[in-house]
């Protein structure tokens, strides 16, 4: 791979020197190093191959950092981050101590705005673009928007209020891809592709530029002038116009030809811009191009052979495991109903999809939507699943509260990716659903400790009358097989796992095997507690009566989670014990490596052991004291 041209940019002043043909060079060199990069590292492939001109004609054009650009979600800037400085650390990308996969504010001038949650781009840009007015301060304001994000109502609340703001100098660009993760869905995602699939419109457009290319110079002026009129009412323009934006496009986002003109005009205008660019995810590798949901976000792959399947099967993941007793209790229940926001594929909905078209709804990336539209479901007597990633169960916390658990509406939320997740980061992080859950009226917050576990979890919370929520990492547990029942497990009720003396580990979760090997080493009791909330009170009071010190132990925040649970029973009953809690710790957590992550937060089997040896040494040193 020849990278001569992109070598020798450091930053986007040198992408502004080259000249019109040297850019095309730029790009070329630019989509290999993107492909030759992400193979070697694993991340997000088919929506980076898919920005390669626009990051090139947007740098080319504006002068940033001072001009503003918000990339929405954040896995499309691999381009931008190589012409920003970081090409040579893309080799650390996801990694632990080196740079992330999404824009980040302190890692460079150039990332505008922290994201990687969808849909948040045009009111972080339109705030900036205020903030620049307010201060007098003469720049631009871009925010990037993919079609799937523009699915969330939070980008309409942004263009509603950016369409009458005054003085402002925001262009917002579609980037249109007809797809976000999963295939697109919805009403907006039919009207831009019915409109801008090439058939009519694009016919009708073609027909009036053979017939009129003869045409004196002032006829051809009227005849753009009326097709600046027409469009509105067969193009997407209508839409956007009415909302107050100038809408421009749409323009084929691969051609810089078309990109670069288009931008440089824009730059010159001020006003809310819309501007609609039409470009292909995995654009110039054939693979990504042919299957961009297998390549959003690929492991280390040959590019030369591209993604193959294992050679050896690999431990059933907790997200087939959901996958799997859905379909199940789908076929025992027809009531069962499976909603998702957006992630079909990395929530394990495809086999449901197939089976029980009928019952599946995917309504986009539209969190908030999905839970209410979950409650009206319940209310009329369904019983909806809502699989939906921790992390963006937190874009929906009102609706949890006021939609579905004030109004005790049955409701079961299978939290995938709970706790930390690794290359995707703080960002991605389950770290905080046990502490917003469990202080919640009437919700059940269930924690299975294995793949068996959460089977027998989920189907006790669905077969509870309530909301109800079970929480389980992202990749493989401990290899216990879930089989094929729908068997359930008393409400409320903790599992003793191992008797012990002096001390008692409380385990919320799937540290279970790593506080196990712990207890092992310290002849310690253990505890799978299962549930959070309801949590079992009498075990607890029953392990503090017998034991001289309690550790709880969970893969979430430790503020407000599940050890505050207990103690807030101990506290309840009177009892004095001392009390450990082992989790994350009250700081955000960056990208790396799941297990080598933990275990330097101390949650691995060595550092709890540790922890509870440092602090209760005086228990080990002293042989004559006995269990209380």
């Given at each position: 791979m020849t990278t001569d041209l992109l070598d020798r940019i450091?930053?986007?002043?040198?992408?502004?020197?080259?000249?019109?043909?040297?850019?095309?060079?730029?790009?070329?060199?630019?989509?290999?190093?993107?492909?030759?990069?992400?193979?070697?590292?694993?991340?997000?492939?088919?929506?980076?191959?898919?920005?390669?001109?626009?990051?090139?004609?947007?740098?080319?054009?504006?002068?940033?950092?001072?001009?503003?650009?918000?990339?929405?979600?954040?896995?499309q800037t691999y381009p931008h981050k190589i012409l920003t400085g970081r090409r040579d650390a893309m080799a650390t990308l996801r990694q632990a101590g080196g740079i992330s996969g999404f824009p980040k504010r302190s890692e460079s001038e150039y990332d505008a705005f922290g994201t990687a949650h969808s849909s948040t781009s045009i009111s972080a840009a339109l705030g900036m673009a205020v903030a620049s007015r307010n201060a007098g301060v003469k720049r631009k304001h871009i925010a990037v928007i993919g079609d799937g994000a523009m699915t969330a109502g939070m980008a309409f609340e942004a263009l509603n209020n950016g369409g009458v703001t005054p003085d402002i100098d925001l262009?917002?660009?579609?980037?249109?891809?007809?797809?976000?993760?999963?295939?697109?869905?919805?009403?907006?995602?039919?009207?831009?592709?019915?409109l801008m699939s090439g058939s009519f419109y694009a016919a009708a457009r073609n027909m009036g530029k053979a017939v009129l290319q003869h045409m004196p110079s002032p006829v051809l002026e009227i005849a753009r002038r009326v097709e600046n009129h027409a469009k509105g009412m067969v193009g997407p323009a209508t839409l956007f116009e009415e909302m107050g934006f100038h809408y421009f496009g749409p323009i084929d986002g691969h051609d810089l030809d078309a990109l670069l003109p288009t931008l440089q005009n824009l730059r010159n205008q001020t006003g809310p811009l819309f501007l609609h660019v039409v470009t292909r995810k995995g654009q110039g590798y054939k693979l990504a191009e042919a299957d961009p949901v297998l390549y959003h976000g690929p492991g280390?792959?040959?590019?030369?052979?591209?993604?193959?399947?294992?050679?050896?099967?690999?431990?059933?993941?907790?997200?087939?495991?959901?996958?799997?007793?859905?379909?199940?209790?789908?076929?025992?229940?027809?009531?069962?109903?499976?909603?998702?926001?957006?992630?079909?594929?990395?929530?394990?909905?495809?086999?449901?999809?197939?089976?029980?078209?009928?019952?599946?709804?995917?309504?986009?990336?539209?969190?908030?939507?999905?839970?209410?539209?979950?409650?009206?479901?319940?209310?009329?007597g369904q019983k909806p699943v809502v699989a939906i990633y921790s992390t963006f169960l937190q874009r929906a916390y009102d609706q949890l509260i006021h939609d579905v658990a004030l109004q005790n509406l049955d409701v079961t939320f299978a939290l995938d990716r709970a706790g930390l997740v690794g290359a995707d980061g703080a960002t991605h992080a389950g770290n905080y659903d046990i502490a917003f859950t469990r202080c919640i009226p009437n919700m059940v917050v269930a924690t299975p400790s294995d793949e068996a576990e959460c089977r027998l979890l989920l189907s006790t919370c669905y077969q509870h009358p309530g909301p109800a929520t079970v929480r389980y990492p992202r990749g493989s547990g401990a290899g216990v097989a879930a089989g094929d029942g729908l068997a359930t497990v008393p409400l409320g009720k903790a599992v003793l796992r191992r008797e012990g003396g002096k001390v008692a580990l409380l385990v919320f979760g799937t540290l279970l095997p790593a506080a196990m090997a712990a207890a092992q080493a310290l002849d310690a009791t253990v505890l799978d507690m299962r549930f959070v909330k309801p949590i079992d009170r009498e075990a607890i009071l029953?392990?503090?009566?017998?034991?001289?010190a309690l550790v709880t132990v969970e893969e979430g925040c430790i503020m407000g989670g599940a050890g505050s649970a207990v103690g807030e029973v101990l506290g309840e009953a009177g009892v004095v014990l001392p009390l450990l809690q082992l989790g994350l710790p009250d700081r955000f957590i960056d990208h790396g490596d799941q297990a080598t992550l933990l275990a330097g937060l101390g949650l691995d089997a060595t550092g709890i052991e540790r922890a509870i040896r440092q602090r209760f040494g005086d228990l080990y040193a002293r042989p004559d004291v006995a269990a209380a």
């Amino acid at each position: 791979m020849t990278t001569d041209l992109l070598d020798r940019i450091q930053s986007p002043a040198d992408v502004r020197r080259l000249t019109r043909g040297q850019l095309d060079t730029l790009a070329g060199e630019l989509r290999s190093f993107v492909l030759d990069s992400v193979s070697r590292t694993g991340g997000h492939l088919s929506s980076n191959l898919g920005t390669v001109e626009l990051t090139i004609a947007l740098h080319h054009v504006f002068d940033t950092p001072h001009d503003r650009i918000v990339w929405d979600v954040g896995h499309q800037t691999y381009p931008h981050k190589i012409l920003t400085g970081r090409r040579d650390a893309m080799a650390t990308l996801r990694q632990a101590g080196g740079i992330s996969g999404f824009p980040k504010r302190s890692e460079s001038e150039y990332d505008a705005f922290g994201t990687a949650h969808s849909s948040t781009s045009i009111s972080a840009a339109l705030g900036m673009a205020v903030a620049s007015r307010n201060a007098g301060v003469k720049r631009k304001h871009i925010a990037v928007i993919g079609d799937g994000a523009m699915t969330a109502g939070m980008a309409f609340e942004a263009l509603n209020n950016g369409g009458v703001t005054p003085d402002i100098d925001l262009l917002v660009i579609l980037n249109d891809n007809d797809m976000s993760i999963s295939p697109p869905v919805g009403a907006l995602n039919r009207y831009l592709t019915r409109l801008m699939s090439g058939s009519f419109y694009a016919a009708a457009r073609n027909m009036g530029k053979a017939v009129l290319q003869h045409m004196p110079s002032p006829v051809l002026e009227i005849a753009r002038r009326v097709e600046n009129h027409a469009k509105g009412m067969v193009g997407p323009a209508t839409l956007f116009e009415e909302m107050g934006f100038h809408y421009f496009g749409p323009i084929d986002g691969h051609d810089l030809d078309a990109l670069l003109p288009t931008l440089q005009n824009l730059r010159n205008q001020t006003g809310p811009l819309f501007l609609h660019v039409v470009t292909r995810k995995g654009q110039g590798y054939k693979l990504a191009e042919a299957d961009p949901v297998l390549y959003h976000g690929p492991g280390k792959f040959d590019p030369a052979v591209g993604i193959r399947p294992a050679s050896k099967p690999a431990r059933q993941t907790f997200t087939q495991v959901f996958g799997n007793w859905l379909c199940d209790m789908g076929a025992a229940d027809a009531r069962l109903v499976g909603v998702t926001p957006a992630m079909r594929e990395g929530s394990g909905l495809v086999e449901f999809e197939k089976r029980f078209p009928g019952r599946y709804f995917d309504v986009g990336i539209a969190e908030q939507h999905a839970v209410t539209f979950a409650a009206g479901l319940a209310c009329e007597g369904q019983k909806p699943v809502v699989a939906i990633y921790s992390t963006f169960l937190q874009r929906a916390y009102d609706q949890l509260i006021h939609d579905v658990a004030l109004q005790n509406l049955d409701v079961t939320f299978a939290l995938d990716r709970a706790g930390l997740v690794g290359a995707d980061g703080a960002t991605h992080a389950g770290n905080y659903d046990i502490a917003f859950t469990r202080c919640i009226p009437n919700m059940v917050v269930a924690t299975p400790s294995d793949e068996a576990e959460c089977r027998l979890l989920l189907s006790t919370c669905y077969q509870h009358p309530g909301p109800a929520t079970v929480r389980y990492p992202r990749g493989s547990g401990a290899g216990v097989a879930a089989g094929d029942g729908l068997a359930t497990v008393p409400l409320g009720k903790a599992v003793l796992r191992r008797e012990g003396g002096k001390v008692a580990l409380l385990v919320f979760g799937t540290l279970l095997p790593a506080a196990m090997a712990a207890a092992q080493a310290l002849d310690a009791t253990v505890l799978d507690m299962r549930f959070v909330k309801p949590i079992d009170r009498e075990a607890i009071l029953r392990a503090a009566a017998a034991h001289a010190a309690l550790v709880t132990v969970e893969e979430g925040c430790i503020m407000g989670g599940a050890g505050s649970a207990v103690g807030e029973v101990l506290g309840e009953a009177g009892v004095v014990l001392p009390l450990l809690q082992l989790g994350l710790p009250d700081r955000f957590i960056d990208h790396g490596d799941q297990a080598t992550l933990l275990a330097g937060l101390g949650l691995d089997a060595t550092g709890i052991e540790r922890a509870i040896r440092q602090r209760f040494g005086d228990l080990y040193a002293r042989p004559d004291v006995a269990a209380a």
